[in-house]
């Protein structure tokens, strides 16, 4: 579905962006896994989290939704899924296969994961490769770099490892196959990735240490079922962090954001850009650290992000790349070569949509240089099927005098199905 976008605005009002996908997969996952009845409030109901539960319905696993916003999943214990009948079916989402992949290994089934098109292009052999260091079975296409994937678990072996991409979804595949293996596990990583799946396994009562540049698990007899109640997700405020921000005047507050030091890049580089940002009232949830923040509108300056900065910002450099066309003076994005393996080619999606919209931009092999400030104009904008391009070309749209038109926006649905109507709920027209 294409929709159409109307500028310019001024961003008022507050909002409570939509539960943390990154959180709401690991609570199916662990709950599935754990012994006894985990509630999880706050669950994200988006396209990619409901992936995960498909795949952990076919395994066996009785996964309730209750009232809006619960998720009541009845854990089977560590050694409790069953061999699912069909293929699991991840979709577009990486986490689901990925982490999926890490679960599967430790199972005494064999099981076939497949994923959509676009998942179907993005490299698995990251994590396939030390899960069959550790003994697991895993084939697929291109040695078992392409999903699908047929995994057979079997018994595995703890191993050391150190990450050689920074990647959340390699080191908590691994992290869960350690779960299941003889010995100890040990993952290095350097720059710190997102720690979410230790947080939360450890909260279940699983035998993990988090230590400076490495994290650490060895074999429990049994996770323990917990209570969760999933923060807002830091990836889809950002969306309107920088809509208030690059529209002078604006207003928002931003309510229940997780604020995991490991994802905060976005509001680190918002303040060295200028943006008036205040985190308040700062609290933990079930281990997560969450607050409220307040967001004036302003003028932004250019800004050179690179280094280990990059994967606490992975998921918002569509928007920061917004943001960076809206600031005076000369952008710099750099060490971002994962973009090109995302739910699209990233670096490519950002740098077609915003010369379209007449800004300055050069493409890089691992980022893009943007000249900020130049006289922009609405144009016909491509999602490339990717929900956070869709959402930050509407921000984008929203900040310029005049229509834009975005392709395939319906994509929004992977991680916040209600986007545009709260984007609505928030825009002034001026
Ligand atoms: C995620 C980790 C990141 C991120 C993705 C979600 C996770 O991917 O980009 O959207 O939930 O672990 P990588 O692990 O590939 O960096």
Known sequence: MDIFVEGKVRVDGQIIPPPDKSISHRSIMIGSIAEGTTVVRKFLFADDCLRTVDCFRKMGVEIEFKDQ??????????????????????????????????ILAGQNFEAVLTGDESLSKRPMKRVVQPLRMMGAKIEGKDDGNYAPLIVRGGQLKGISYSLPVASAQVKSALLFAGLYADGETVIYEKPKTRDHTEIMLKHFGANVVMGDGFVKITPAEKLSASQITVPGDISSAAFFMVAAAINEGSQLLIRDVGINPTRTGIIDILKQMGCDIKIMDERIWGGEKVADILIKGGRLRGITIEREIVPRLIDEIPIIAVACTFAEGQSVVKDAKELRVKESDRIKAIVYNLRNLGAEVEELEDGFVI???????????????DHRIAMAMAVAAISIDGRSKIKNADCVAISFPNFFQMLKSVCKQI
């Open 371 to 385: 000249t900020g400030g130049k006289p922009l104009k609405p144009a016909e904008l491509d999602s490339f099927n």
């Open 69 to 102: 916003d619960t998720v009541i999943v009845k854990g089977k214990g560590l050694r409790g899924l069953k061999k699912p009948e069909t293929e699991l079916y991840a979709g577009n989402s990486g986490t689901t296969m990925r982490l999926l992949l890490g």
